[in-house]
């Protein structure tokens, strides 16, 4: 299940209502990916169901990212002023999400399983042979 549509991404950018079909699931993958991959140690990803921030979450980073292609295409340094806002918000509801600074739960009011109940943690692996440090694979 996307954690966004394209009604999510129009209301924060009316602008977009045009949306080709390839550029909107291609700006929703994005989102989803980088929501996952913020979130992940914390959290049993993909969401399922989608709690209505990581909604919220999703549509300012889609919208961010087809703003940003559709009005920069000019070769501009800066990204549009509406991306620009939209990204930023997005990024700091991760941080605030990834930081521990507050927890999701569904739209039912249940929390959202974690990603350590869910039966796996992040290790800290060696880079070289994608093994765990205490596996003998110790740097020094």
Do not use: H
Not at 5 to 21: E, M, S, V, W, Y
Not at 51 to 61: G, M, Q, W
Not at 101 to 127: C, K, Y
């Amino acid at each position: 299940m996307a954690y966004c549509i394209k009604d999510d991404i129009t209301d924060r950018a009316p602008a977009l209502d045009n949306i080709g079909a390839r550029l909107l699931a291609s700006a929703i993958g994005a989102a989803e990916a980088e929501i996952n991959l913020k979130l992940s140690p914390l959290y049993s990803v993909p969401f399922e169901p989608v709690p209505a921030i990581i909604t919220s979450v999703a549509a300012d980073l889609a919208a961010s990212f087809v703003l940003a292609a559709s009005f920069s295409g000019g070769g501009e340094a800066a990204e549009p002023v509406q991306a620009k806002f939209l990204r930023e918000r997005a990024e700091g509801l991760l941080k605030a999400l990834a930081e521990g600074d507050f927890s999701l739960s569904t739209d039912e009011g249940e929390p959202v399983s974690s990603a350590r109940s869910a039966g796996f943690w992040v290790a800290n692996l060696d880079p070289i042979s994608n093994k765990p440090y205490w596996e003998g694979n110790l740097p020094f």
